[in-house]
Each structure stands twice: as structure tokens, then as C-alpha cells.
């Protein structure tokens, strides 16, 4: 009988909650996955029901445990969705649905709250400008539209103190959950008081906090029948999924970048040191007292799915086959797509620019243009964003960003990853673990409970970074070097007043 210890990453996404078990050496063992609904009561708005997260999660883990000895866990450890929270009366229960990131019903507010804290002095403090994502725009929206609810609520919980909650009965978390909040002082680490007495808040009423891979208790006896975990099982402090996803890229020193090519597309590289700056946002890495600089794109892989569903559906037959059939004849165009360019702010912008007015752009349209010159724009307008992310971050911090870590569904693209070399001019390394962010959460797991020394020597154990590297071809390089430099580094700034009325008027 095989008693080798096993930890369990559980992800609690927006779309689903997946737990993946691991042996030592990062080998996966078992799997469980729930599906999560969102819904849209009015346009902009986006909740979830708080006890769906735990019912998912449970559900999930109860997949896990059946497939393995449940005597061989060692820990477990949550990731989950940024900046989505609910609140809870004074025995935990929710007041109303979960309020989840992608939610907009604040954006009104943020210019008068922005005005009040300060847009700079709540940049430095909290590591992030003032967006509509954010829970202390939401929660200045729940004072004045909800004053019940404001009124009732004892504790505001994000996704992983609630699911710590149901799983510990402690209302805990961790500094790279609250980080993303907007109501944490990210350099030293604490609630931030100044965003606190603003929004008429006192600590009390949010969670416990703790750096990553801190035991912060066990798994209560309800909990283990719930989710067939055994009793007393060590909770380990988590990380956002964004964050866990770097540590399951090993991002655990300077140089490297993790590239996530999902709905959003986000990237993220290590600092020792904290850096506030508009060309990301500064967040709490999983190595305690680290960093990671994340530069978002909001239209990443939306943009694709857009594009598929709204311009060019597949009509051939089996529809998975329709940006397959796109991208082979895309990828017989010349860089440039024959001189159409994109700018992808479909979901408007966040670095550097941080407008919520934005909208995309596409210049150089001629009768000669079809559905592939278009798709080929949007994977070329993307990477030029990239490419702007990247440079912002090495100006920032003077340190060279050396190669850009793969995961999420468009790594799975056999053209769009030469094409981010190809604008970057970084190598692009092909992601190994599907499941990135759980593995993050199973590397803290692993680093809590002493089965090894430390959050890096575990990321170094765990993560397997596939060998397959995809380099810049220098002749491509140099053309979409000028295209970026003349052309698409202009576009935006040129029209940003007009899109700006554009947004006002319509």
C-alpha cells in the first residue's frame, strides 16, 4: 500500500470549481470538477450565489476524494476567482448573492470615491488603480443603493474566506486574496484604513488575514462529511487564481513571465520589491513577502470567441472545427494581415491606459479583406498589446523580461503563440499544467505542512515547464517591429478623445 503524503489544489473559478490531487513530485493522481452559472440580473451586473461556491466546491472535492486513500492528504489549499465577495449577517449567512468581478454597477461611483482617497495615494497604497472590478466600488455601491444590506452586513467575505468558512469555521484569508480587493495596503500587508474609513468599514467586518502557506486551521467534521475530506485535515492559506497560476508556472524569481491566454488575457512576472505603477498591478506573489506585476488585456480570448460567434460563425459542420479552419487560413497571410491592424479594447482597457471608455479599433480596411485577414488582426492586435505590457514592466522595474510561460485555451493555437514571438520578440514557452492554478494551491499545500522547506524549492519540485520553446523569427520581427512602432503605438492616444465622446453620447 502506497502511503506517500498527497496534497489537493482546490480552484474555485468563476466558471467552475476544480480539484486536482498531487502526489510530491507534482504528479496528478486525482481530479474533480463542479460547473458555476452566472447570472446577469441587469446589463453590467454579474453574481453568483455564495452557497453555489460551496456547493461546487464540495462537489468537486468529493470527485477528488473518491478516487484516492483519503489517509494519504497531507493539505489543502484554495485558489479562487479575484475581487468577487459576498456579504455574510452575523452567523454567516449571505445577505444576497455573491458579486463577482466582472460585475460594473460601481462605475458610476468610482470618480467620487477616486476624488475622496486620491487617484494616486490609492495607487500606491493598494498597488491598483480604482476600476469597476474592484469590491470597494461595489461595496460604495451597496451603501447607497443597498443601505439594508450595508446595514445587516457584519462580514464581507471574498471567495476564499468564505469557502475557509465552510471548510475550517473561520472566517480567513490571505494577503494575495485581499490584495485584489482594493481595500488592502499591498507594501505592508494589512487592511488599508484609509479606503476602510472612507467606505465607512471597520476591520472587524473582514477576514482574518495570513501569508501564503500558512496552516490557518482544519477541516471540521461537517465539512469532511460534505466533501468526503478526512477530519482535521490542514487548510492551508491560498492565493487569486491569477497569482497561484504563476506559482504553477514556477514564477518564483526575476526574469520569467507567465502568459495566460484565456477569456482575459493576463501575464505576470516576480519582484522582491514592491513597485506601483500604471503599467500594471502590483499583487501578492505566493512566495511570502514577494510580488507579482500583472498586466491584464480584458478583450483577450473573448475577442476570438467574439469573432467566431458574432462574425464569422463556423458553418461546415462540427463547429469546434471553426477557428481551426480560421486560423490555417490565417496563418497563410503575411505579418500585417495585408494591412489591417486591431487595437482589442472589446472590454475596455485597463494597463496603461485604465479607461473604461475604451472601445476596439480596427484601421486599413479594403475590399480585398475577408474573414481571415480580420482573424489574423485580432491575434496580431493582441500580441501588440502584449508587447506594450512587456515594455511597461521592464522600463518599471529595468529588468529584462526573458520568456513568456504559456497556459490557458489559446496556447492550445498552433499560430498564435509564433505570433507573440514573432511582435514580442520573446521566446514563448509551451505551459505543461492545464490545471495551473490548482497546482499553485498544491504547491503551497505541499510547503505548509513541511514536505518541503520552502514555497520554492516545492514550485521547483512540482512544476514540469515543457522543453518545447517557440522563438522569434527575426524577419518576421522586424516587420511587426514597425508596424507596432508606427502605427499601432499611436493609434489608441490619437483616438481616445473621440471614443471618449463616442461613449458619452451613446
Known amino acids: 500500500m502506497n502511503d506517500a503524503p498527497l496534497v489537493i489544489g482546490l480552484d474555485a473559478s468563476t466558471t467552475a470549481c476544480k480539484t486536482v490531487a498531487y502526489?510530491?513530485?507534482?504528479?496528478?493522481?486525482?481530479?474533480?470538477?463542479?460547473?458555476?452559472?452566472?447570472?446577469?440580473?441587469?446589463?453590467?451586473?454579474?453574481?453568483?450565489?455564495?452557497?453555489?461556491?460551496?456547493?461546487?466546491?464540495?462537489?468537486?472535492?468529493?470527485?477528488?476524494?473518491?478516487?484516492?486513500?483519503?489517509?494519504?492528504?497531507?493539505?489543502l489549499c484554495v485558489s479562487h476567482q479575484r475581487e468577487s465577495f459576498v456579504p455574510l449577517d452575523a452567523e454567516y449567512r449571505p445577505l444576497c448573492n455573491g458579486i463577482v468581478w466582472m460585475d460594473e454597477r460601481s462605475r458610476d461611483l468610482l470618480p467620487a470615491l477616486e476624488a475622496q482617497l486620491g487617484r494616486e495615494e490609492y495607487h500606491q497604497l493598494t498597488g491598483r488603480p480604482l476600476t469597476?472590478?474592484?469590491?470597494?466600488?461595489?461595496?460604495?455601491?451597496?451603501?447607497?443603493?443597498?443601505?439594508?444590506?450595508?446595514?445587516?452586513?457584519?462580514?464581507?467575505?471574498?471567495?476564499?474566506?468564505?469557502?475557509?468558512?465552510?471548510?475550517?469555521?473561520?472566517?480567513?484569508?490571505?494577503?494575495?486574496?485581499?490584495?485584489?480587493?482594493?481595500?488592502?495596503?499591498?507594501?505592508?500587508?494589512?487592511?488599508?484604513?484609509?479606503?476602510?474609513?472612507?467606505?465607512?468599514?471597520?476591520?472587524?467586518?473582514?477576514?482574518?488575514?495570513?501569508?501564503?502557506?500558512?496552516?490557518?486551521?482544519?477541516?471540521?467534521?461537517?465539512?469532511?462529511?460534505q466533501t468526503g475530506l478526512p477530519r482535521g485535515l490542514p487548510l492551508v492559506c491560498g492565493l487569486g487564481d491569477g497569482q497561484s497560476a504563476g506559482l504553477g508556472a514556477n514564477i518564483t524569481a526575476p526574469g520569467p513571465a507567465y502568459l495566460n491566454l484565456g477569456t482575459a488575457v493576463v501575464s505576470g512576472?516576480?519582484?522582491?520589491?514592491?513597485?506601483?505603477?500604471?503599467?500594471?498591478?502590483?499583487?501578492?506573489?505566493?512566495?511570502?513577502?514577494?510580488?507579482?506585476?500583472?498586466?491584464?488585456?480584458?478583450?483577450?480570448?473573448?475577442?476570438?470567441?467574439?469573432?467566431?460567434?458574432?462574425?464569422?460563425?463556423?458553418?461546415?459542420?462540427?463547429?469546434?472545427?471553426?477557428?481551426?479552419?480560421?486560423?490555417?487560413?490565417?496563418?497563410?497571410?503575411?505579418?500585417?494581415?495585408?494591412?489591417?491592424?486591431?487595437?482589442?479594447?472589446?472590454?475596455?482597457?485597463?494597463?496603461?491606459?485604465?479607461?473604461?471608455?475604451?472601445?476596439?479599433?480596427?484601421?486599413?480596411?479594403?475590399?480585398?479583406?475577408?474573414?481571415?485577414?480580420?482573424?489574423?488582426?485580432?491575434?496580431?492586435?493582441?500580441?501588440?498589446?502584449?508587447?506594450?505590457?512587456?515594455?511597461?514592466?521592464?522600463?518599471?522595474?529595468?529588468?529584462?523580461?526573458?520568456?513568456?510561460?504559456?497556459?490557458?485555451?489559446?496556447?492550445?493555437?498552433?499560430?498564435?503563440p509564433q505570433i507573440i514571438a514573432d511582435i514580442t520578440g520573446k521566446p514563448v514557452r509551451m505551459g505543461a499544467n492545464a490545471e495551473a492554478s490548482a497546482l499553485g494551491a498544491g504547491i503551497l499545500a505541499a510547503a505548509g505542512v513541511g514536505m518541503y522547506p520552502d514555497v520554492r524549492t516545492a514550485a521547483a519540485e512540482m512544476v514540469h515547464v515543457d522543453s518545447t520553446c517557440i522563438l522569434p523569427n527575426d524577419a518576421r520581427h522586424e516587420i511587426y517591429s514597425r508596424l507596432y512602432e508606427e502605427v499601432y503605438l499611436s493609434l489608441y492616444p490619437a483616438l481616445q478623445p473621440a471614443l471618449q465622446r463616442l461613449a458619452a453620447l451613446t
Open 23 to 75: 502526489e510530491a513530485n507534482g504528479r496528478v493522481v486525482a481530479e474533480g470538477r463542479e460547473a458555476l452559472t452566472s447570472y446577469q440580473p441587469q446589463p453590467g451586473w454579474y453574481e453568483q450565489p455564495a452557497d453555489a461556491w460551496w456547493a461546487a466546491a464540495a462537489s468537486a472535492l468529493r470527485q477528488a476524494a473518491a478516487q484516492i486513500e483519503t489517509a494519504r492528504l497531507a493539505a
Open 132 to 225: 469597476a472590478n474592484l469590491t470597494s466600488g461595489k461595496i460604495a455601491w451597496l451603501r447607497q443603493h443597498e443601505p439594508e444590506i450595508f446595514a445587516q452586513t457584519r462580514y464581507y467575505a471574498d471567495t476564499h474566506a468564505y469557502l475557509a468558512h465552510q471548510l475550517t469555521g473561520h472566517l480567513r484569508s490571505g494577503w494575495g486574496s485581499a490584495d485584489p480587493t482594493g481595500l488592502f495596503d499591498t507594501k505592508q500587508t494589512c487592511w488599508a484604513a484609509p479606503v476602510l474609513n472612507a467606505l465607512g468599514l471597520e476591520e472587524r467586518q473582514l477576514p482574518e488575514l495570513y501569508p501564503p502557506g500558512t496552516i490557518i486551521g482544519e477541516v471540521t467534521a461537517e465539512a469532511a462529511a
Open 269 to 416: 512576472t516576480y519582484s522582491d520589491t514592491y513597485i506601483a505603477d500604471r503599467a500594471f498591478r502590483t499583487t501578492c506573489g505566493g512566495v511570502a513577502g514577494s510580488y507579482l506585476l500583472e498586466t491584464v488585456l480584458l478583450g483577450g480570448a473573448y475577442t476570438v470567441s467574439w469573432f467566431e460567434e458574432r462574425i464569422a460563425p463556423y458553418t461546415g459542420g462540427d463547429t469546434s472545427n471553426g477557428l481551426v479552419v480560421y486560423e490555417a487560413a490565417a496563418s497563410e497571410l503575411p505579418p500585417g494581415a495585408e494591412g489591417l491592424i486591431l487595437v482589442p479594447y472589446w472590454n475596455s482597457v485597463m494597463n496603461p491606459y485604465w479607461d473604461a471608455t475604451a472601445g476596439g479599433i480596427i484601421i486599413g480596411w479594403r475590399g480585398h479583406h475577408d474573414r481571415r485577414h480580420l482573424y489574423r488582426a485580432i491575434l496580431e492586435g493582441i500580441a501588440y498589446e502584449l508587447r506594450l505590457h512587456i515594455e511597461g514592466v521592464e522600463t518599471a522595474t529595468k529588468h529584462p523580461i526573458t520568456e513568456s510561460r504559456l497556459m490557458g485555451g489559446g496556447s492550445r493555437s498552433a499560430l498564435w
